[in-house]
């Protein structure tokens, strides 16, 4: 069975409460619902996954090597400044969509560098929560 990993970084554990004007009022629960109702109804398994520690989430995308998984991810702050989060991800195999909540690029100049997107299937920015749906719905009609 295919699945899709839902992947949050630093700090998203605080939607809805962390600056409600860029993020939004929605938690990560609403997104993570949202994410499972809509995979799950088109056959894929689901698991999401949260860390505040970069080597927490380096595991995890190394759990899934070999398997049939795409994986959505909020790196948070680690876009930009996470070397070891990009090796993961190159050296895995699995197809990764970034995503981000806020439009990054009309942000502070230091959000605006990726070093991850080089090495994703896709990156999502600016669309709020409906970034990781547009995500989801990515890797079910294309995988």
């Known amino acids: 069975m295919k699945k899709i990993l839902l992947l949050n970084g630093p700090n998203l554990n605080l939607l809805g409460k962390r600056e409600p004007g860029v993020y939004g009022k929605g938690t ?6 949202s994410i499972k109702d809509m995979v799950e109804a088109n056959g894929w398994a689901f698991e999401a996954f949260q860390s505040n520690q970069e080597g927490e989430l380096i595991d995890k995308i190394h759990k899934f090597i070999g398997q049939d998984v795409g994986i959505i991810f909020n790196p948070g702050a680690y876009t930009h400044t996470s070397i070891a989060l ?9 197809p990764v969509i ?17 070093l991850l997107a ?6 999502i920015v600016g669309l709020g929560s409906f970034g990781y749906k547009l995500a989801a719905q990515t890797f079910i009609e294309q995988f």
Not at 28 to 33: A, K, P
Not at 86 to 94: E, M, S
Not at 98 to 114: A, G, L, P, Y
Not at 118 to 123: A, L, T
């Open 86 to 94: 990009r090796d993961a991800i190159a050296g895995v195999d699995l």
């Open 28 to 33: 990560l629960q609403d997104i993570e619902t």
């Open 98 to 114: 970034e995503v981000h909540i806020s439009n990054v690029h009309k942000r502070e100049e230091f959000r605006h560098t990726s």
């Open 118 to 123: 080089p090495v994703c299937y896709g990156q």
